[in-house]
């Protein structure tokens, strides 16, 4: 298939799921990628906990933080339970620092990741990505502060409300009233700078060998697998990643690296026009773009 049939193709499988998205797929051994406004600005969601998870463990490393040292996480008592995970614990639990970076990344645990950022507050893991040579990911504020949008304030079955919210209150600048969807404001980044960030956690960087095999590991474990995975990942093909869903916002990042050695960063980021929570045909889209992407380059 042509590069311009596949763009093409591209934009047409996201035109017709509701989307607009920054996709950029990068073959790590030659450096070689194609990609569809990679370099937008989108807020990162859950996304951010990869970069947490570098910070964390680079700390633990240097003996700045105690990776076995005991957490206590206290029960929640949220009205409205969240996903699986610590927000669903009924009793008091203590978790090492370490198991907590797995819960925070293989299950995208938020409670999970905002024990370890008291430990490593946004401007810590700022200032470490910056230490490390890594750009263009803004890291401002804890997890759990993407949960207070306005889809948590509304009656049961009316969540739609919160997306037509979303969807039509941004403005052309990116500028959002609600704050964990205004790229000013929010965790954000663009597809070039994930995929920058997955570059040197898979191929040798300033991140040590201990922190990028380990988050390696927990980007493997990952149980979120409706987007890109099925497109992906297959008996000669591993596919590790994480995944981030912030009302419009639904993103994957990850490497998938095949039998023959190649293996290839793709970091799709999405924003839809649907007004609705439950998406299956965006999934897809995601999935079957990044697919096009990663068989031409393949090709090539």
Avoid at 96 to 117: C, H, I, M, Q
């Amino acid at each position: 298939m042509s590069t311009a049939r596949v763009f093409r193709e591209a934009r047409e499988v996201l035109d017709d799921a509701g989307l607009r998205g920054g996709f950029l797929v990068r073959d790590l051994d030659s450096g070689e990628e194609l990609g569809l406004e990679p370099d937008a600005v989108f807020p990162a969601a859950s996304l951010i906990k990869v970069p947490l998870a570098v910070a964390v463990l680079s700390l633990g490393e240097r003996g700045e933080l105690d990776l076995a040292a005991p957490v206590t996480v206290p029960p929640d008592p949220v009205a409205a339970p969240g996903p699986p995970g610590l927000m669903r614990f009924r009793h008091p639990a203590t978790i090492a620092v370490e198991d907590l970076l797995y819960l925070s990344v293989a299950l995208s645990d938020s409670v999970a990741a905002d024990k370890l950022f008291a430990l490593t507050p946004p401007a810590v893991v700022a200032d470490e990505l910056r230490r490390l040579g890594v750009d263009g990911i803004a890291v401002r504020h804890r997890t759990l502060d993407l949960m207070d949008t306005p889809a948590e304030h509304l009656p049961a079955g009316h969540a739609h409300l919160a997306h037509e919210l979303a969807i039509g209150a941004g403005t052309a600048g990116q500028g959002h009233p609600v704050p964990q969807l205004d790229v000013s404001r929010a965790n954000a980044a663009s597809a070039r700078a994930f995929t920058d960030l997955l570059s040197a956690i898979w191929r040798p960087s300033k991140i040590s060998d201990f922190a990028a095999s380990r988050v390696r590991e927990l980007m493997s474990f990952n149980v979120h697998r409706q987007r890109l995975a099925p497109d992906l990942a297959s008996d000669a093909s591993r596919w590790s990643s994480k995944t981030g869903t912030l009302l419009t916002m639904r993103h994957e990042m990850g490497v998938v690296e095949h039998a023959d050695g190649s293996a290839y960063a793709i970091v799709a980021l999405t924003e839809s026009r649907v007004p609705a929570v439950v998406q299956p045909a965006a999934e897809a889209a995601m999935g079957r773009v990044a697919r096009l992407f990663r068989d031409l380059l393949r090709s090539s």
